[in-house]
């Protein structure tokens, strides 16, 4: 016998006080998972009837319009298609394309270990979208278990949800200033033409 036997109630009592710890440490999980913002129900997977009928009438418009007028609609389209999910993180991904187009031509540009700096700057910023929105939770999910052993608790909890295809973009995103830094690739002038470069929905292999 490891100890004196517990009487029922004292069993009872136990039982009850496990439960409500497993209980708490449930909510207090449930708390901390990343939701899924209001109005994010929406999707668009290439499997989905919202899909098949997406894709067929963004090609019957593309084939109407005059050649000026398709990059623009597979842009809005592109738009369309990635706003699906959440169309707030489209944000994100605008930021993005925002960066990598000026430090092309800032790079192209450029002379000496300016060249580099632009780049590592170009970089730094897309690491750093990619690691604050894929490994966020999980980064802060340690400083509470770490604050922990001090008795300390974070003020507010982190419930960060990845965009859908942020990794895709953002190494496609380096690899165009990478190249422009080596000389293999021209800085891209045309603002719209780098944005549906990097937008052009069907890369998007998962779907929103």
Same mark, same amino acid.
């Given at each position: 016998m490891c100890g004196p036997?517990?009487?029922?109630?004292? #069993? #009872?009592?136990?039982?009850?006080?496990?439960?409500d710890g497993i209980v708490s440490r449930?909510?207090?999980?449930? #708390?901390?998972? !990343?939701?899924? !913002? !209001?109005?994010?129900?929406?999707?668009?997977? =290439?499997?989905? =009837?919202?899909?098949? @009928?997406f894709f067929p009438v963004v090609t019957v418009l593309y084939f109407a319009l005059p050649y000026r007028? #398709? $990059?623009?609609?597979?842009?809005?389209?592109s738009c369309i298609f990635y706003c699906a999910a959440i169309p707030a993180y489209l944000l994100i991904l605008w930021f993005t394309i925002v960066v990598d187009y000026f430090a092309g031509l800032l790079i192209e540009s450029a002379t000496g270990p300016q060249r580099k700096r632009f780049l590592l700057l170009s970089i730094c910023? $897309?690491?750093?979208?990619? @690691? @604050?929105?894929?490994?966020? $939770?999980f980064i802060w999910g340690n400083v509470a278990w770490?604050?922990?052993?001090?008795?300390?608790? !974070?003020p507010f909890h982190v419930?960060?949800?990845?965009p859908i295809g942020l990794s895709f973009h953002t190494f496609q995103a380096m690899s165009y200033t990478i190249e422009v830094y080596r000389g293999r690739q021209a800085a891209e002038r045309h603002f719209w033409t780098y944005a549906?470069? @990097?937008?052009?929905?069907?890369q998007l292999v998962a779907g929103p």
């Amino acid at each position: 016998m490891c100890g004196p036997e517990l009487s029922a109630g004292e #069993r #009872r009592g136990w039982t009850a006080a496990h439960a409500d710890g497993i209980v708490s440490r449930c909510r207090r999980q449930h #708390r901390c998972a !990343p939701r899924r !913002p !209001p109005g994010s129900t929406r999707s668009m997977l =290439f499997n989905s =009837f919202s899909f098949a @009928v997406f894709f067929p009438v963004v090609t019957v418009l593309y084939f109407a319009l005059p050649y000026r007028w #398709r $990059n623009a609609l597979l842009l809005v389209a592109s738009c369309i298609f990635y706003c699906a999910a959440i169309p707030a993180y489209l944000l994100i991904l605008w930021f993005t394309i925002v960066v990598d187009y000026f430090a092309g031509l800032l790079i192209e540009s450029a002379t000496g270990p300016q060249r580099k700096r632009f780049l590592l700057l170009s970089i730094c910023a $897309n690491v750093g979208v990619l @690691v @604050v929105f894929k490994y966020g $939770n999980f980064i802060w999910g340690n400083v509470a278990w770490l604050g922990s052993f001090v008795h300390w608790q !974070p003020p507010f909890h982190v419930a960060i949800m990845m965009p859908i295809g942020l990794s895709f973009h953002t190494f496609q995103a380096m690899s165009y200033t990478i190249e422009v830094y080596r000389g293999r690739q021209a800085a891209e002038r045309h603002f719209w033409t780098y944005a549906l470069y @990097v937008m052009f929905y069907p890369q998007l292999v998962a779907g929103p």
